[in-house]
Nanobody, 114 residues
Framework: QVQLVESGGGLVQPGGSLRRSCAASGMIFRIYTMGWYRQAPGKQRELVAVITSSGRTNYAGSVKGRFTISRDNAKNTVYLQMNRLAPQDTAVYYC????????WGQGTQVTVSS
């Protein structure tokens, strides 16, 4: 079965950086669209960034220019480089894989606070 295992969350100061990773298994990784969502307390889950099987990317307006999504098909892994983090980026971040249906990672807390 499809498994998405996330790593790289935690606490960071405003202006800092974090790199999230999501290792996939049980799927033909290269054909999947991969993405990152986040959900802050009291808010709906929102799309952060997505990368298609061909490498095309799309970002939420709030993170464009600060976050970068990438993928390594040889390692079955998708990454989210988050720079210039701000308190409003605090949320649980979820990795997702989509082909015919979405699959979700376990979610990892990212807290931006001084």
């Amino acid at each position: 079965q499809v498994q998405l295992v996330e790593s790289g969350g935690g606490l960071v100061q405003p202006g800092g950086s974090l790199r999230r990773s999501c290792a996939a298994s049980g799927m033909i990784f290269r054909i999947y669209t991969m993405g990152w969502y986040r959900q802050a307390p009291g808010k709906q889950r929102e799309l952060v960034a997505v990368i298609t099987s061909s490498g095309r990317t799309n970002y939420a307006g709030s993170v464009k220019g600060r976050f970068t999504i990438s993928r390594d098909n040889a390692k079955n892994t998708v990454y989210l480089q988050m720079n210039r983090l701000a308190p409003q980026d605090t949320a649980v971040y979820y990795c997702t894989a989509y082909y015919y249906a979405p699959y979700w990672g376990q979610g990892t807390q990212v807290t931006v606070s001084s």
